[in-house]
């Protein structure tokens, strides 16, 4: 069983930073790619980035130019830095990374979330 955990969201005012970061452990041989998404009240879940274990990386057009999506293989985490923060982008974020474990199979994880508040 793989676990994430997603730490760092917080309320920050709007145009400031925040750093999420997203620790997977248990019975990992290999993460592929992995994703951080955000849910707001009402609303969908959608994905706002991605990034390949080769750190090739993807961003909704709503992110682009502010947030930054990175990974550290060794230590099997990955990280999104948000800069220039709106009340628009209140939301859970969600860590979710494709997953093979020592008996090769493959699967999907979530973490629990983390809750990021933008307001003044």
């Known amino acids: 069983q793989v676990q994430l955990v997603e730490s760092g969201g917080g309320l920050v005012q709007p145009g400031g930073s925040l750093r999420l970061s997203c620790a997977a452990s248990?019975?990992?041989?290999?993460?592929?790619?992995m994703r951080w998404y955000r849910q707001a009240p009402g609303e969908q879940r959608e994905l706002v980035a991605r990034?390949?274990?080769?750190?090739?990386?993807n961003y909704a057009d709503s992110v682009k130019g502010r947030f930054t999506i990175s990974r550290d293989n060794a230590k099997n985490m990955v990280y999104l830095q948000m800069n220039s923060l709106k009340p628009e982008d209140t939301a859970v974020y969600y860590c979710?990374?494709?997953?093979?474990?020592?008996?090769?199979?493959?699967?999907?994880?979530w973490g629990q979330g983390t809750q990021v508040t933008v307001s003044s």
């Open positions: 979710n990374a494709d997953v093979v474990n020592y008996s090769r199979d493959y699967y999907i994880s």
């Open positions: 248990g019975s990992i041989f290999r993460l592929n790619t």
């Open positions: 990034i390949t274990s080769e750190g090739s990386t």
